[in-house]
């Protein structure tokens, strides 16, 4: 099998998705829903506050990144805890 490096995670397929060999949860979802925020969209305390912190938060520039927001629902959970 294939290791994706650095972090030596084996690559596996479930349904139509897919995990690594050594996931001990996993959750596959369907997309119901994709919903892109505008940076008018989020607070004016939360736009602030990734401002203040470029190298983490916005794109490592200071220039603002789209925030994308999912809703799914749950088509299969493997459990292997």
Avoid at 3 to 16: D, K, S
Avoid at 50 to 61: G, H, I, Q
């Amino acid at each position: 099998m294939v290791t994706t490096n650095p972090a030596r995670l084996t690559p596996i397929e479930i349904v139509q998705g897919a995990t690594y060999k050594e996931a001990k949860l996993t959750s596959l979802y369907k997309k119901l829903y994709q919903h892109q925020f505008s940076k008018e969209d989020i607070t004016t305390e939360v736009q602030e506050y990734y401002a203040s912190m470029p190298k983490v938060y916005l794109d490592f520039n200071g220039d603002w990144q789209p925030h994308i927001v999912f809703v799914g629902e749950i088509i299969e959970v493997r459990d292997e805890r």
